[in-house]
């Protein structure tokens, strides 16, 4: 079957995510096409080493048929083999169903606990003392005996990067939000009987980097001998956008294989993950981003459903044929921004969970009537004549003006049917809701804009400068401007 997942920075002490996600996909060796290269390397910065930062791995599949094999089979002790006939029902139906539901996650420490302070990391996290010296121009080290910390981890050195290879996946049989993944009350389903590879390298910015600031504000960073072996040919990448203040970055890539060869990674596709901390600290931005992260977190209805949610930005409610803002960030980077995003599907349970991230570029003029619009969706997961078609269960709108913070998180109520002006508090009353008109949908927020002052006084403050320069509010002044 094909896999994909994400992978970000995460402190599981605060249980918080510190960057937005990097996705991946896997293809089984039969799909694969020889013309199409599924290398893609995420960095992510790092300011101060601590024990507590992880990357947070989360991987997801198709969403199970009824009646077809189930994922029971990559978790049994003895290997499990198909028939030809159920290898067949399940290459047809990843193919047919495009909504997917998480499968198995993972944990990994960046920096153990070490006395030595600093930099360090100890050997039995992926930041080896090999990838952690100082200088990016290590030598070419003896490959490290494979170490393995509690037989979960083994890595091996290969040059500047160390390749780690995971074994302890936590599989997973129903949906959840990152937030629960640490409660001790989870229920510990049996691990993934697999390994997942990757290869994580670390990168110095050493040099001035102000000399190579382009007009965009990206840095394209040319690395000094810590290129990468890939089929044993010594490449050199550059690194674009990688942002002017950070000293070090980690990169991690998918080690994706092809008839047994690592895919070459020379085409330089990169993906410069955001670092959510950015926006904590007291230091001018160098470049401009203006975008919004939305998790839908949980549903609760009264009946079981397969939902999934769609998330997508609208100009205004007047018209409910008009077609959304093609504002959503796909996962795969080299397509253009999309009109929507589905999560996962939350599979036969009254109360949905979800850990999807949709990023949404948002318009630099903000109107009232800009709003987020959310369609609850049921999904039968058996293969008739055709594929699945899912079913409408209801709406929930969120208007973007009145809840633009940091981060915040909102509850709201889920209509049955969308009719138009469906925004405006006149209507309401009419309005046919679900669960007695309960805020039964929840989800997060949080705002990374260079453009958008996240002070409300400094907001106001703008606000009545542009009526005031504008003339488009009456001459006695407000008190913002006294």
């Known amino acids: 079957e094909p896999f994909s997942g994400t992978i970000c920075l995460y402190n599981r002490d605060r249980r918080e995510k510190l960057s937005e996600d990097f996705y991946f996909h896997i ?286 930005l609208r100009k205004d409610d007047s018209d409910i044929r008009k077609l959304p803002v093609e504002a959503v960030h796909p996962r795969d980077q080299n397509s253009t921004l999309q009109k929507c995003a589905h999560t996962q599907i939350s599979v036969g349970t009254r109360m949905s969970c979800y850990h999807d991230e949709v990023k949404i570029s948002l318009p630099a003029l903000l109107t009232p009537q800009h709003h987020l619009l959310f369609t609850f969706l049921h999904v039968d997961l058996q293969m008739k004549l055709e594929a699945p078609k899912p079913v409408i269960v209801g709406y929930a709108a969120l208007p973007l003006s009145t809840h633009i913070q940091l981060l915040s998180d909102v509850s709201l109520p889920i209509l049955r049917e969308l009719v138009p002006h469906y925004l405006q508090e006149s209507g309401k009353e009419k309005m046919d809701y679900l669960e007695d008109g309960k805020t039964v949908f929840r989800l997060r927020l949080r705002l990374c804009s260079s453009l958008f002052p996240v002070n409300e006084r400094i907001r106001d403050f703008f606000v009545e400068y542009d009526r005031h320069t504008l003339h488009t509010s009456p001459p006695w002044g407000s008190e913002l401007l006294e």
């Open 27 to 312: 293809l089984p060796t039969e799909m694969q096409d020889a013309h199409i290269s599924l290398d893609r390397r995420g960095v992510f910065s790092l300011d101060t080493p601590s024990p507590s930062i992880c990357l947070l791995i989360q991987l997801e599949k198709a969403a199970t048929e009824e009646g077809g094999v189930t994922p029971s089979i990559y978790s049994r002790k003895e290997p499990v083999h198909l028939t030809e006939k159920e290898k067949q029902k399940l290459q047809v139906w990843s193919r047919v169903m495009p909504y997917r539901e998480p499968f198995a996650w993972a944990m990994i420490p960046l920096f153990e606990n070490n006395h030595a302070g600093g930099d360090a990391a100890s050997p039995s996290s992926p930041l080896a003392p090999s990838m952690s010296g100082s200088s990016s121009q290590d030598s070419i080290v003896e490959p490290i005996s494979k170490l393995a910390s509690d037989g979960k981890l083994n890595h091996y050195s290969s040059g500047s990067s160390v390749i780690v290879e995971i074994s302890n996946l936590n599989k997973v049989k129903e949906s959840y939000m990152e937030d629960s993944l640490q409660d001790p009350k989870r229920k510990v389903h049996k691990p993934v009987k697999g390994v997942l590879r990757l290869e994580v390298e670390k990168l110095h910015n050493d040099r001035n980097e102000a000399d190579t600031i382009s007009e965009g504000g990206s840095i394209t960073n040319e690395l000094h001998d810590a290129g990468e072996l890939n089929n044993g040919r010594h490449s050199r990448n550059s690194i674009d956008g990688i942002h002017s203040s950070l000293n070090s970055s980690a990169i991690v890539k998918k080690d994706t294989h092809q008839n047994g060869q690592s895919s070459n990674g020379e085409n330089g596709n990169n993906f410069q993950a955001f670092d959510f901390r950015m926006m904590a600290r007291s230091e001018p931005f160098s470049q401009l981003f203006h975008c919004l992260y939305v998790y839908p977190l949980t549903v609760s209805l009264s009946r079981k459903r397969n939902l999934f949610v769609r998330v997508e």
